[in-house]
C-alpha cells in the first residue's frame, strides 16, 4: 500500500473498500499533483459510492401495476380554459414567477463548439436558443408589467463560456438582479466492476448529476432562498433546447394554482409506440409519476383502448411548475431524495499510465422524480405543433431543421389567425420575441414578398 504522511487513513479507506487501483501512479506523480489527487479523493462520499454500486444491474420493476395517468385538457377556450387564463394572468402581474431553464449541455450532437443554449437556431436572424428564450422572459415581464427572475443551470463543461456569453450579450435584456446562473452537481461514475476511474492523473471521472439535480442545485446555490425571499412561489422549468416553449403560459399557471398542485406538468399525446418520450402514469397509491420510455414494459407501451388509440397516451417533454416550498421540502436534507438512474456508457479515462475509452456506468437523476413524492400533481395536455420543438439533433427528428421547420410553422398560423395575407413567396417566417410570444400580441403587418420574412 502506498503512504503519504498525513494521508494514510484516507489512502487505508479506499484499499479497504477495492479502490487502491486510483493510487497504480502514485511513484510518477510530484507531491503538487499527489496534493490535488487527494483534494478529489477527500470528497468521495463512501455512502453514495455503496449506493451508486447497488444499482448497477437493476432495472425498472416491470412487476409494477401502472395505470395511465389522468390529465387537464384545455386546449379550446372553453369556460374553465377562460377561467384559468384569467386566475394565471393575476398570478404573474403579483410576482409570483420565475423562469427555470436547464442548461447543462454541450452543442456537440448539433456539429456546434460551446454550451448548447449558445447555439445559433433562428433561422432568419441567426438568434442562440438562449437570446430566444431571454427574449421571451423580457416580452412576458412588459406585458404583465412586473419583474420575472431567470435561473439557467450550467454544468462545470460549460458554465463559465456560458456566464460570457449572457455577460457579452448584457443577458438579452434581462437585468443582472434577475438572472441567477448556477451549477450543477457532479457525481463519480464507475467502471464495469463498480470501481472508481480517473479522468486524468489527479483528477476523478465524473459526470453531471442529471436534470434531476437542478432541484438540490437550486436549494445548496442559495437561489431558491433568496427567490422566496422575493415572494417567488412558482418556478417555470423547462429544458434550453426548445425553441417553442411558453416559458410564461398564464392557462397552465392558472389550471396549477386552481387544482393547488406542488406540481404540474405538461403532457403531449405520442406519436406511437416507440417514441423516445417518458410516458405519464398513475402508481397504485394514486401518486403520479414519469416512466422512461426505456423503462415501460413493450406490452404496455404498445397497449392500445378500443378506440385504437394508445392506452399510455401523455409523453412528458419535461415542461413542470414546482412550487418553492415543495422544493423546500424535498431538499431540506431530511429523508426525502431522488434517486439515481444508472446508464452503461462509453467512458474516456486514465489508467494503467494511459488515456483508453471503456465501458462503464453513469448515474444522473430525473426531474420527473418528484412528482410521485408530490400530494397533489396534475398533468396539462399541450399542442405540440405549437409548443414543442426538440433540438437534439443536427438533422433528421427532433433536429435544428425539424425545430426551424416547426417555428417558421407556428409563426406563418400566428399571422394567418390575425388575418395577415403570407406571399405566395414566403417560405419561412420568423418572428421575434420581443414583438409576439402569441399570435394575439402580433400589430397589423404587411408581409414583403420575400423568401425568408423576420418580423421584428
Known amino acids: 500500500m502506498e503512504t503519504f504522511y498525513g ?15 486510483l493510487f497504480q ?31 448497477i444491474g437493476t432495472r425498472y420493476p416491470e412487476h409494477e ?20 387564463l384569467s386566475i394565471g394572468e393575476a398570478y404573474i402581474r403579483k410576482g409570483k414567477v420565475a423562469v427555470f431553464v436547464v442548461a447543462g449541455g454541450q452543442g456537440s450532437r448539433l456539429g456546434f463548439e460551446g454550451p448548447k443554449g449558445c447555439f445559433p437556431i433562428g433561422e432568419v436572424s441567426g438568434k442562440s436558443l438562449f437570446q430566444i428564450h431571454a427574449e421571451k422572459i423580457v416580452k412576458y415581464a412588459r406585458k404583465y408589467e412586473v419583474s420575472i427572475p431567470w435561473l439557467i443551470m450550467t454544468s462545470d463543461a460549460n ?14 435584456g434581462i437585468s443582472d438582479n434577475d438572472l441567477y446562473i448556477f451549477s450543477q452537481g457532479m457525481v463519480s461514475s464507475l467502471d464495469m466492476e463498480g470501481k472508481l476511474v480517473l479522468e486524468n492523473p489527479t483528477k476523478l471521472f465524473k459526470n453531471p448529476d442529471g436534470h434531476g439535480g437542478s432541484l438540490t442545485a437550486l436549494k445548496s446555490s442559495g437561489v431558491l432562498a433568496e427567490l422566496m425571499g422575493r415572494g417567488i412561489e412558482t418556478i417555470s422549468y423547462f429544458q434550453v433546447d426548445n425553441p417553442l416553449v411558453k416559458i410564461i403560459d398564464p392557462v397552465f399557471i392558472g389550471a396549477h394554482i386552481i387544482h393547488n398542485a406542488e406540481v404540474s406538468s405538461k403532457g403531449i399525446p405520442k406519436t406511437g409506440p416507440d417514441e423516445k418520450i417518458g410516458v405519464f402514469v398513475r402508481y397504485p397509491d394514486g401518486r403520479m409519476g414519469v416512466v422512461e420510455y426505456s423503462d415501460l414494459p413493450e406490452k404496455q407501451a404498445k397497449e392500445t383502448g378500443s378506440d385504437g388509440t394508445l392506452k399510455f397516451l401523455m409523453g412528458s417533454p419535461a415542461i413542470h411548475l414546482f412550487q418553492c416550498a415543495f422544493i423546500e421540502e424535498i431538499t431540506s436534507g431530511g429523508s426525502i431524495n431522488l434517486p439515481f438512474h444508472v446508464a ?13 475509452e471503456i465501458e462503464g456506468f453513469k448515474f444522473e437523476k430525473f426531474v420527473f422524480d418528484a412528482l410521485p413524492l408530490a400530494k397533489k400533481s396534475i398533468v396539462f395536455e399541450m399542442n405540440r405543433q405549437e409548443e414543442f420543438a426538440p433540438v437534439k439533433n443536427l438533422t433528421g427528428i427532433d433536429s435544428v431543421e425539424s425545430a426551424r421547420k416547426l417555428m417558421s410553422n407556428l409563426y406563418k398560423e400566428w399571422l394567418r389567425n390575425k388575418g395577415i395575407e403570407i ?33 421584428t
Open 25 to 55: 501512479h502514485w511513484n510518477t506523480l510530484s507531491e503538487d499533483e499527489r496534493n490535488s489527487l487527494f483534494k478529489e479523493l477527500k470528497s468521495v462520499d463512501f455512502s453514495l459510492l455503496a449506493t451508486l454500486q447497488s444499482l
Open 159 to 172: 458554465h463559465t463560456a456560458t456566464s460570457e456569453f449572457l455577460h457579452n450579450h448584457r443577458n438579452f
Open 344 to 356: 452503461k456508457k462509453k467512458l474516456k479515462v486514465w489508467q494503467k499510465g494511459v488515456f483508453s
Open 7 to 21: 494521508y494514510d487513513d484516507l489512502i487505508k479507506q479506499f484499499f479497504a473498500r477495492g479502490q487502491g487501483h
Open 423 to 455: 406571399p405566395p413567396a414566403v417560405a419561412v417566417v420568423e418572428i421575434s420575441p420581443l414583438l409576439a410570444v402569441e399570435s394575439d400580441d402580433l400589430p397589423a403587418i404587411v408581409l414583403p414578398n420575400e423568401k425568408k420574412v423576420y418580423l
Open 65 to 84: 401495476i401502472l395505470e395511465p395517468a389522468p390529465y387537464i385538457s384545455l386546449t379550446a377556450r372553453t369556460d374553465e380554459y377562460i377561467e384559468a
